[in-house]
């Protein structure tokens, strides 16, 4: 076999929570909300997951209780930020350490228990072409899934009214206000979303990526999505492709030892992290990108003046 | 009636005699252990308190043990330790590496406290140490994955490379070479004891290298679970982690510290204890323990095992016995020597030896 087919049949599986995670996060800081709690989220999302899948046997209803209990965490985010309007930026934090402890909590018997894994597509025909299938044809639903989301969420964003509402809270929340536009349900909406992407995202890491539950298992990809979402300058295809980039640079470094290459390994570990930042400089090097691309009214708290 | 008096007295003296033993009796000696996971994390953690509920039972009311359990390796151990020790705990275990530091700064101050560190190499009056002979079960391990390669491709997970972890990588390799001197070892380095994703990764990426057994130096079952669905095989650590892929852990190298637990307190409560020890003990103590055989490893090779295993608890087998030369040429071990853990070289083992591929990462 062709030793890059592997790699990068892996980069898509590592790829996929960061998508999921990070295209939910794309709507809400487009609604003009900062929420840091997407590792506690998909920590939630995770052992939920994976308890539901445990108790009924259905990955599928382990993934829709995961995304429930994102939204759960979310409404309680949306709560406080919106209603309560306390600092965004500080909840979001909160609600990490929260979900980071609430899971543990929760998913302490759950430790040690294996799950069988999600059996991946085989689509007659296809699958068997070389090098292409499997390359395209090998692999669980999610994958496939993650890429609908993309392109609802492209055109959501781009092409519908709805979406241009969302942009417009994001930017100017007092304008859309005056004009009639539902701020708070809107935001609201989208806060649900990115809960739920974040607990899918948590559920393909206990249900998928290993099917287990181990405590703080998400280990920093919450935090990855959110720089991601940075680095596409919040439009969804360069977030996607971030994803990729950042999962493809993960899984270079292990083949380049497989393969002997002689790169110190601690290096080859730092590699995604230093791509992420130096691709953000290189971003950040041009105002405008940034100035244009960023919702106006991220991470400030909006109350109606009349 | 003045006879019953007496005796009455005597009765009440006597009785006031055996409930004063009965208090002193009652005073158990407080053993406290300090866990860096969750005591059901599977792995290292819950090997340690295993040994903590056994060490209660073979002791029984004579002690009292207390944990603290998810202790990071930073400042806040010494405040755990501390609290600990005032609580009036005799004897201490700190079962994480990483504890070296603040355990120092707190055995200077309860200097009538007795504590136990694993792995470490600092020690003081009321400090010892304690750590497994883990090469010799990474030798056993190679042992059996030397026999079971198809491809003969080896793969080692490592999580950092330190020598306790250089010398695992190294003693499975000659374990496996061994018993079959065409093997190739392929190490990769994940720099984190634990990621799940970032292990399973690692053991993907071996297996599409072609490495058919692989083992770990890293903490969750995630490479077992791998290897069961590629249909290769893996090693478990410190617990049995069979139930993530029956068919996959061919064996793995487990530890039971109960016995030392157990031999430790009896020193303390007989007035024996003493500091400034290390203490190395083996597959000979019973505290590195095999993971029991896949029943998929034929008899012949589950034979050449035995005898492997044998000659290391006797003494008459040692995994780094020369002549030993690293993966660049020069000679480490002489020939008719052997390095054990008396020699300072041990210690700072930071070459792979002949038949493993790449270079140590620097």
């Not at chain 2, 504590?115 to 990474?138: D, L, W």
């Amino acid at each position: 076999m062709n030793p890059l087919v592997p790699m990068i049949a892996a980069t898509v599986v590592a790829a996929t929570p960061l998508i999921y995670a990070a295209l939910g996060e794309t709507i809400v800081e487009k609604a003009g909300v900062l929420n840091l709690g997407i590792e506690g989220m998909m920590l939630i999302g995770a052992v939920a997951g994976f308890a539901a899948t445990l108790a009924t046997g259905s990955d599928f209803i382990g993934f829709i209780a995961a995304a429930a209990a994102g939204v759960a965490l979310s409404l309680a985010f949306g709560f406080l930020t919106l209603n309560l309007q306390t600092n965004q930026v500080a909840t979001g934090l909160a609600l990490t350490l929260f979900g980071i402890g609430l899971s543990a909590f929760v998913g302490h018997n759950l430790a040690g228990t294996p799950l069988p894994p999600l059996p991946s597509i085989k689509i007659p025909g296809l699958t068997n072409i070389p090098v292409i299938g499997d390359l395209l044809f090998h692999y669980d639903i999610m994958v496939y899934l993650s890429l609908v989301l993309f392109a609802a969420v492209q055109w959501f964003v781009t092409k519908s009214h709805a979406g241009l509402t969302l942009r417009a809270i994001g930017e100017s929340p007092s304008v859309a206000h005056a004009i009639g536009k539902p701020v708070l349900l809107t935001r609201y909406l989208a806060v649900m979303f990115g809960g739920a992407c974040a607990g899918i995202a948590g559920a393909y890491l206990s249900l998928v990526q290993t099917p287990m539950w181990v405590e703080g298992m998400s280990a920093g990809k919450g935090w990855i999505a959110l720089a991601l979402v940075v680095f596409g300058t919040w439009k969804p295809a360069r977030v996607v492709l971030g994803a990729y980039l950042f999962g493809g640079v993960t899984q270079f470094q292990l083949f380049a030892q497989g393969f002997g290459l002689p790169i110190p390994t601690e290096f080859l570990s730092m590699l995604p992290y230093a791509a992420t930042i130096i691709v953000l400089v290189i971003i950040c090097r041009d105002p405008k990108t940034i100035l244009l691309n960023q919702p106006a009214s991220l991470g400030i708290s909006f109350h109606a003046a009349a | 009636m003045k006879l019953s008096k007496k005796w009455k007295s005597l009765g009440l003296a006597a009785s006031f005699i055996i409930t004063s033993s009965a208090a002193f009796a009652a005073e158990p000696l407080k053993v406290a252990f300090v866990y860096l996971g969750p005591v059901k994390d599977g792995g290292w953690t819950q090997m340690h308190d295993e040994a903590r509920q056994k060490l209660e039972k073979a002791l029984g009311s004579a002690i009292k043990t207390t944990f603290v359990e998810n202790v990071p390796e930073t400042a806040d151990s010494e405040r755990v330790f501390r609290q600990l020790a005032a609580d009036g705990n005799k004897l201490i275990f700190a079962t994480s590496f990483g504890y070296m530091e603040p355990l120092q700064k707190v055995a200077k101050v309860f200097p009538n406290v007795k504590f136990e560190h694993v792995n470490g190499f600092k020690t003081a009056p009321n400090i010892s140490v304690y750590e497994p002979r883990f090469e010799e079960g990474f030798y056993l391990i190679g042992t059996i994955a030397g026999q079971m390669t198809k491809t003969n491709t080896l793969g080692f997970i490592g999580s950092f490379p330190i020598p306790s972890v250089m010398r695992n990588v190294d003693s499975m390799t000659l374990g496996a070479l061994a018993v079959n001197p065409k093997v190739k070892m392929k190490p990769i380095w994940v720099n984190t004891w634990y990621d799940p994703g970032k292990e399973r990764q690692a053991a993907e990426t071996l297996i599409a290298q072609g490495a058919d057994n692989v083992a770990q130096n890293t903490d969750s079952p995630a490479s077992i679970q791998a290897a069961q669905e590629k249909g290769t095989y893996a090693f478990s650590i410190d617990a049995d982690m069979a139930s993530f892929g029956p068919k996959a852990q061919l064996t793995g190298t487990t530890e039971d510290w109960s016995g030392y637990y157990i031999a430790e307190t009896k020193k303390v409560m007989d007035g024996t204890w003493t500091g400034n020890r290390h203490t190395r003990w083996g597959l000979k103590e019973g505290m590195v323990v095999m993971a029991p055989l896949n029943s998929a490893i034929p008899p012949e090779a589950v034979k050449v095992f035995e005898q492997k295993k044998a000659a290391l608890i006797s003494g008459d087998l040692k995994p780094f016995a020369g002549p030993i030369s690293d993966n660049t040429g020069a000679e480490k071990v002489p020939s008719g020597k052997a390095m054990t853990d008396t020699d300072p070289a041990f210690n700072s083992v930071n070459w792979y030896v002949a038949g493993i591929d790449g270079s140590v990462p620097k």
